[in-house]
């Protein structure tokens, strides 16, 4: 359990390092996410973006449970 939290913890601090280069992604504009402006009313709905980033979790987890 230590070693999970402690995973998490650099991941984490890493991510919050490298933020500056991965605010410049395109994440969260891609095409297929749902975005509804109207005058008094925004939604906003990141489908494309959910979808790649499971998609991206979820090959990070199995190679390291290896």
């Known amino acids: ?6 995973i998490i913890g650099i991941l984490l601090v890493v991510i919050g ?9 395109p994440l969260g504009r891609l095409p297929g996410d749902i975005v509804i402006r109207r005058e008094n009313f925004s939604f ?10 499971s998609l991206l ?10």
Do not use: E, G
């Open 1 to 6: 359990m230590a070693k999970n939290f402690i």
């Open 44 to 53: 906003y709905f990141p489908l494309t973006t959910s979808i790649l980033i």
């Open 17 to 25: 390092l490298l933020w500056p280069v991965l605010s410049k992604l």
């Open 57 to 66: 979790l979820s090959l990070f987890f199995w190679f390291f449970r290896k």
